[in-house]
């Protein structure tokens, strides 16, 4: 299994400036003042090795992007997304560009019907060629309305039904287990406005967890059903839009998690690895980076001996579990 997330942000895409650029290039130049480069090659070279080193932190040398939720799950003859946010439509891009791209099956697992989390799909090149399939998986009974709604006047110029793909809706059902696209998928109820969903996925001994969107409140451990639903996870994928002390007070039962609560479910559930997901669109690459570095420090306190290993998701990263 590979994860590749095309979209990473929370309730709506966040931009990136020119000023943010430009501030970028200057730490950039700042670290290399001095040196000389025969190459474009020898440049990013530095780059890396001085990432590495911890002298120029991801936030100069990337960005962790400005796309709503989407992610690829790679494994199978068939692509399998989650969420059709933005990244949706760079996955899409990505796709037709590639030369021996025919007819294609798509399976897009949604977790619910929030704006950032279909607006993509208008947008899903793919989804305008003949001979496509598209099927999308939900809990929510308004799943069909929502994907139309969204395209019909005076919303969109395009109708759903102009799309030239097969496009076909499947309700699921939370609990059950359900054999999709060489996957074993089960789907499970999660706390949000209008309620979400987040999924299991495994595969030949590997498993995925995508739960985003869903509150976990601080005294939820002895008996929470999300214990097991993560437990023993290969990746889990986290919903931390926030940090604790907002999720806590003035954000409290906005449907969204912290950092922190991330921390202890994956070292309860004994989770190998953690992905932090859905990003608070207010907070750019060096707040990013600040809240990373927060979440590890906390788990040295939390687990000091925990093998645990974090990340913080960015559109583009790749994980193959």
């Known amino acids: 299994m590979k994860v590749h997330f095309w979209g990473t942000r929370g309730s709506l895409p966040a931009s990136i400036t020119s000023g943010a650029v430009r501030k970028k290039i200057v730490k950039a130049l700042s670290a290399a003042r001095g040196r000389e480069f025969i190459n474009d090659a020898e440049i990013e070279q530095f780059l890396d090795e001085r990432h590495a080193a911890g002298d120029l932190p991801f936030s100069t040398v990337g960005t962790y992007g400005v796309n ?44 619910h019907l929030h704006w950032d989390h279909i607006q993509g799909f208008p ?34 110029p ?30 499970k109820t999660q706390d949000h406005p209008g309620v979400s969903y987040g999924y299991r996925f495994e595969r030949e001994g590997k498993a995925l967890v995508y739960s985003t969107d869903c509150e976990h409140k601080g005294d939820a451990f002895e008996g929470y059903a999300f214990l097991d639903f993560f437990a023993g996870a290969d990746l889990l994928v986290f919903e931390a839009q926030y940090p604790l002390l907002e999720a806590i007070s003035s954000k409290e039962n906005w449907g969204h998690s912290s950092n922190i609560m991330a921390v202890e479910f994956s070292v309860r559930a004994k989770v190998k690895r953690l992905c932090l997901f859905h990003h608070d669109p207010a907070f750019d690459d060096e707040s990013l980076d600040k809240f990373l570095n927060d979440t590890m420090r906390y788990l040295k306190i939390y687990a000091e001996s925990s093998l645990l290993r974090i990340d913080l998701a960015y559109d583009g990263l790749e994980i193959e579990l």
């Open 158 to 187: 395009v109708p759903l039904k102009a799309m030239a793909a097969d496009i076909r809706f499947v309700p699921l059902e939370p609990d059950r287990e359900y054999e999709i696209a060489g996957f074993a998928v089960t789907a």
């Open 123 to 156: 947008f899903f090149g793919p989804a305008y060629r003949p001979g496509n399939r598209i099927t999308i998986y939900g809990l929510h009974k308004e799943l069909e309305k929502a994907f139309t709604g969204q395209q019909e006047y005076p919303y969109f």
């Open 68 to 111: 709503t939720s989407c992610l690829q799950i790679a494994g199978g003859n068939e692509y399998v997304l989650c969420d059709a946010g933005t990244g949706i439509r760079d996955f899409g891009d990505h796709l037709l560009r590639l030369t021996d791209a025919g007819p294609s099956t798509f399976h897009i697992f949604m977790s």
